[in-house]
T-cell receptor, first 113, second 110 residues
Framework: KAGVTQTPRYLIKTRGQQVTLSCSPISGHRSVSWYQQTPGQGLQFLFEYFSETQRNKGNFPGRFSGRQFSNSRSEMNVSTLELGDSALYLC????????????FGNGTRLTVT | GQQVMQIPQYQHVQEGEDFTTYCNSSTTLSNIQWYKQRPGGHPVFLIQLVKSGEVKKQKRLTFQFGEAKKNSSLHITATQTTDVGTYFCAGPGSQGNLIFGKGTKLSVKP
């Protein structure tokens, strides 16, 4: 069974630009969560989608948004990039929401200059 | 807000020594999960503990869930260089998401 696939693996953007990251969950998994990982803050929850609906949202500004498609694939978008948005963005899928173990993708390393 | 704390932040051991990381939650948890992230990699699920006082073993790894379901520990016996990485605990948050501790980074000197 293929794992969680995230594209692209690496991105370099300039302040003020916007970026879209993509995530394909494990086949059959309907829940997709996004996390931001930085050395100082660790793994911080962005949002979770289940059956195309945003179920939960973390404490990030509105510049961070996401969506999920009918095939469970998900995208997250960050607009008006700031230097502090540089991080590893991890997508994780699970069969059900909340308590199910998460299966993470390799992440997208975003660098904002 | 709800917090999951881990100590220590870093641990350096000689190969063959034991290692323990501790996880504490500010609230009672329905379950706790442990993940391992190798350098340059992504978190990988290790185990989920659900019952009060539960102890589970995976080869040299022993996981324990506290009686009050607010703390947990991971103990590695006789560490090997393959154990290198960051170990995270995570518990369900009030919003339904998983809240991760900041992790314990383990380095093993051969």
């Amino acid at each position: 069974k293929a794992g969680v696939t995230q594209t692209p693996r690496y991105l370099i953007k300039t302040r003020g630009q916007q970026v879209t990251l993509s995530c394909s969950p494990i086949s059959g998994h309907r829940s997709v969560s996004w996390y931001q990982q930085t050395p100082g803050q660790g793994l911080q929850f962005l949002f979770e989608y289940f059956s195309e609906t945003q179920r939960n949202k973390g404490n990030f500004p509105g510049r961070f948004s996401g969506r999920q498609f009918s095939n469970s694939r998900s995208e997250m978008n960050v607009s008006t990039l700031e230097l502090g948005d540089s991080a590893l963005y991890l997508c994780a899928s699970s069969f059900w929401e909340s308590d199910s173990p998460l299966h993470f993708g390799n992440g997208t390393r975003l660098t904002v200059t | 807000g709800q917090q999951v704390m881990q100590i220590p932040q870093y641990q350096h051991v000689q190969e063959g020594e034991d290692f323990t990381t501790y996880c504490n939650s500010s609230t009672t948890l329905s379950n706790i999960q442990w993940y391992k992230q190798r350098p340059g990699g992504h978190p990988v699920f290790l185990i989920q503990l659900v019952k009060s006082g539960e102890v589970k073993k995976q080869k040299r790894l022993t996981f324990q869930f506290g009686e009050a379901k607010k703390n947990s520990s991971l103990h590695i016996t006789a560490t090997q260089t393959t154990d290198v990485g960051t170990y995270f605990c995570a518990g369900p948050g009030s919003q339904g998401n998983l809240i991760f501790g900041k992790g314990t980074k383990l380095s093993v000197k051969p």
